[in-house]
């Protein structure tokens, strides 16, 4: 089984910058998530997706942040304009839900990208 | 909020010693999971623990769930070079989004 991919998996970008992040959850994964991962602390979730329905951003800056999964698979994240403390790792996540009448939540992650704001 | 709490910060340890992390929540749990995350990779999903007073082991693993539903545990026991990483809890309320709330974590270094 494919895991979660994820691109870029580097990125640098100057102050008022704008980028994107794209996640590719495994197939058949009704549940997706993004989360900020800063040095030395746990992910801290930005936004959950169920299908292609949000159903917590209630740590998203939305003023900067947004975030979309069209058609409940793929998803993309955007920053826009970034800021110096916007350097973290974005780990995106997915799981299975309640897909295929089974309700498990443990969450498989991405290998993140790594953003860097100068 | 939910805060989800975690001690130590940092432990090293001789290889061979055992090793104890420890994780608390502000508020009641629906069921915490632990992950851990190896230098330089991601979060990789170690179990969930559902029940009240719940213990579940893993080979030298061995996880608990608090009777109150707000404290857990991980214990290693005999640690090995290849326990190295960042061990994190994250704790889930009752609700239907399933959000989990994650702890800072304990970074685990083991000397050989």
């Known amino acids: 089984e494919a895991g979660v991919a994820q691109s870029p998996r580097y990125k640098i970008i100057e102050k008022r910058q704008s980028v994107a992040f794209w996640c590719n959850p495994i197939?058949?994964?009704?549940?997706l998530y993004w989360y900020q991962q800063i040095l030395g602390q746990g992910p801290k979730l930005l936004i959950q997706f169920q299908n292609n329905g949000v159903v917590d951003d209630s740590q998203l800056p939305k003023d900067r942040f947004s975030a979309e999964r069209l058609k409940g698979v793929d998803s993309t994240l955007k920053i826009q304009p970034a800021k110096l403390e916007d350097s973290a790792v974005y780990l995106c996540?997915?799981?299975?839900?309640?897909?295929?009448?089974?309700?498990?939540?443990?969450?498989?992650f991405g290998p993140g990208t790594r953003l860097t704001v100068t | 909020g939910q805060q989800v709490m975690q001690i130590p910060q940092y432990q090293h340890v001789q290889e061979g010693e055992d090793f104890t992390t420890y994780c608390n929540s502000s508020?009641?749990?629906?069921?915490i999971q632990w992950y851990k995350q190896r230098p330089g990779g991601h979060p990789v999903f170690l179990i969930q623990?559902?029940?009240?007073?719940e213990v579940k082991k893993q080979k030298r693993l061995t996880f608990q769930f608090g009777e109150a539903k707000k404290n857990s545990s991980l214990h290693i026991t005999a640690t090995q070079t290849t326990d190295v990483g960042t061990y994190f809890c994250a704790g889930r309320r009752g609700g239907s989004n399933y959000k989990l709330t994650f702890g800072k974590g304990t970074l685990l270094t083991v000397n050989p």
């Open positions: 996540a997915s799981s299975p839900g309640l897909a295929g009448g089974t309700s498990s939540y443990e969450q498989y």
């Open positions: 623990l559902v029940k009240s007073g």
């Open positions: 508020t009641t749990l629906s069921n």
């Open positions: 197939s058949g994964h009704a549940t």
